[in-house]
């Protein structure tokens, strides 16, 4: 695989299908896991991370008897390249920024990720569409337990999976599901939704995850503690808040189309009108207006756009896929006038 392969198709999780698709786009679980008797990477020289990198390597051929998985060396490939996986929600902006011999696998439908030599020797990552933790989960599992057939992970009878960052301690896994909530950033009870959240050890993120800022009304919410609680715990609590915010959030579309129509249509429709006719447009502008879009499509009021269309321009129209699709990188105004001929192409058939 390389990833020239990656611009030609979107992954799984963008299809735009699975339960709660209208508000969550997608689910994902990571495992953090790292050798016995081996420095974590941060501590690692540059021969020690070499090394583990040819032991975890070896396993994954050694499991991937499909051939599902490709391995690509982060050291191979260009900062542009690496800014698209991130992206694409591949590899950690932590992975992309880190030094030494790094690597990921990746499964052809970009359900599976295996980050080699990220904070841990192993982030394994799915990736599906809508809420689907379980199946997630599961799948993620299966990878875990073939892995951990060839490979001595570092495990505490106490503590569990020993990690480089101690939140992590315990089972290792991080839980998150992204979801698009413009009724309630729009009746401004967002605030308060989320400090009901932190109140359960849950974080709410931007779309790359810690450290980002939420764009277009798209979030990230996660489990922040592992240590001392099982698998099935953690994904139980997040499932249960999970399905609270959906139902707010439904509630508040339902609420708005009841009270304020006349000021969504024209946020909806004053959206679509700069997508389809704008000749220069930043990222931020695109995820702002695409989500008003978003919501239209949802609550019926916009005809002839998709879902998994309007994906596409949240995934395609960011600065390093719009450079990758044209062979060459482009300086922020070229960028912002290509991304306006992307989206207006992908949106010429929408209308009320």
Not at 289 to 296: D, I, Y
Not at 320 to 337: F, Y
Request: proline residues 2%.
């Amino acid at each position: 695989m390389k990833i020239n392969d990656l611009v030609k198709a979107s992954g799984e999780w963008m299809n735009g299908s699975g339960p709660s698709s209208d508000i969550v786009i997608s689910s994902r679980v990571r495992l953090a896991r790292n050798l016995a008797n081996c420095k974590f990477p941060l501590s690692a020289n540059i021969e020690e991370k070499a090394e583990i990198l040819k032991i975890i390597s070896s396993a994954i051929e050694r499991i991937n008897t499909d051939k599902n998985l490709s391995i690509i060396s982060l050291n191979d490939i260009t900062p542009l390249e690496r800014k698209f996986l991130v992206e694409r929600h591949l590899i950690s902006k932590e992975q992309e920024e880190e030094s030494g011999q790094r690597a990921v696998a990746i499964s052809k439908n970009e359900s599976i990720a295996i980050m080699i030599n990220e904070e841990d020797h192993l982030r394994l990552q799915s990736l599906q569409s809508g809420l689907q933790l379980d199946t997630t989960f599961a799948m993620l599992n299966t990878v875990d337990d073939k892995l951990s057939e060839l490979l001595q992970f570092a495990y505490d009878d106490e503590l569990g999976y020993l990690t480089a960052c101690p939140t992590n301690v315990g089972t290792g896994l991080r839980a998150s599901v992204m979801l698009h909530l413009p009724a309630l950033a729009i009746t401004r009870h967002l605030d308060k939704a989320f400090r009901a959240i932190s109140k359960l050890n849950l974080a709410v993120r931007g779309l790359y995850g810690e450290g980002t800022e939420a764009h277009g009304d798209f979030y990230q919410i996660s489990n922040q503690i592992t240590i001392g609680r099982s698998e099935e715990d953690i994904l139980g609590d997040l499932r249960v808040v999970i399905d609270q915010i959906v139902a707010y959030e439904k509630s508040a579309r339902t609420n708005l189309l009841e009270k304020e129509l006349i000021k969504i249509e024209d946020k909806i429709w004053r959206s679509l009108g700069i997508l389809q006719n704008a000749r220069i447009i930043s990222s931020e502008e695109v995820m702002r207006h695409l989500s008003a879009v978003r919501l239209g499509l949802q609550i019926g009021m916009v005809k002839g756009i998709n879902l998994t269309e309007l994906n596409e321009i949240f995934i395609f129209s960011q600065p390093a896929h719009l450079q990758i699709m044209q062979g060459h990188e482009l300086d922020a105004e070229h960028r912002d006038i290509l991304r306006a001929k992307f989206v207006r192409e992908k949106l010429k058939n929408g209308k009320n």
